[in-house]
Antibody
């Protein structure tokens, strides 16, 4: 079964750091781009960052660039999101998802999604 | 500013057909395919439709999608109480160099 499972969320003070993880199974992890999407309480979905299968390309949304770093360990099938200088508006459930493999750029989709891990930034 | 606009709510009675719109621009829907995700309270989003109108295995054919120009639509026919939840459209945006999500539409079955 193709599956991704997040972990590592928790309570962190403003200005603090946290790294969350996502372990993948059921597919050849290194063949796929992976992504992080977040959802603030009661709000909609926001794409955060994505990373190519070999880790050579990374992209992120403006609001986290310079503070968050996406990375991966293909030997352990792990995806990471290192979050620094956390702010209250980073409070959200963070989902990891696999990006579909397609030949035409811009036609990808996210499937499957993990169950999410909650990051709360508060003093 | 790159945005995908959805109505905040939609509703229908069991058996009815409901449509949810998603309006974008030439930097996203106008040049790339649209995906739809379904989310029930307290659970993770799930892929509902991809590449404008393709259904993953297991998704009933009551769910269909279409796209014209810079807008897309999700149609749900034979509405059921189990369809209640939030629906999000999504597309790649060349200006953002990343993915956009619509604000989500909360579907209520009356």
């Amino acid at each position: 079964e193709v599956q991704v499972v997040e972990s590592g969320g928790g309570l962190v003070q403003p200005g603090g750091s946290l790294t969350i993880s996502c372990v993948a199974s059921g597919f050849t992890f290194s063949d796929y781009w992976m992504t992080w999407v977040r959802q603030a309480p009661g709000k909609g979905l926001e794409w955060v960052a994505n990373i190519k299968g070999d880790g050579s390309e990374k992209y992120s949304v403006d609001s986290v660039r310079g503070r968050f770093t996406i990375s991966r360990d293909n030997t352990e099938n792990l995806l990471y999101l290192q979050m620094n200088s956390l702010r209250a508006d980073d409070t959200a459930v963070y989902y990891c998802a696999r990006v579909s493999r397609v030949s035409v750029a811009g036609t990808n989709w996210f499937d499957p999604w993990g169950q999410g891990t909650l990051v709360t930034v508060s003093s | 500013q790159s945005v995908l606009t959805q109505p905040p709510s939609a509703s229908g009675t069991p058996g009815q057909r409901v449509t949810i719109s998603c309006s974008g621009s030439t930097s996203n829907i106008g040049r790339h395919t649209v995906n739809w995700y379904q989310q029930f309270p307290g659970t993770a989003p799930k892929l509902l439709l991809y590449r404008d109108n393709q259904r993953p295995s297991g998704v009933p054919d009551r769910f269909s999608g279409s796209k014209s120009g810079t807008s897309a639509s999700l149609a749900i026919s034979g509405l059921q109480s189990g369809d209640e939840g939030d629906y999000y459209c999504s597309a790649w945006d060349v200006s953002l160099n990343g993915w956009l999500f619509g604000g989500g539409t909360k579907l209520t079955v009356l």
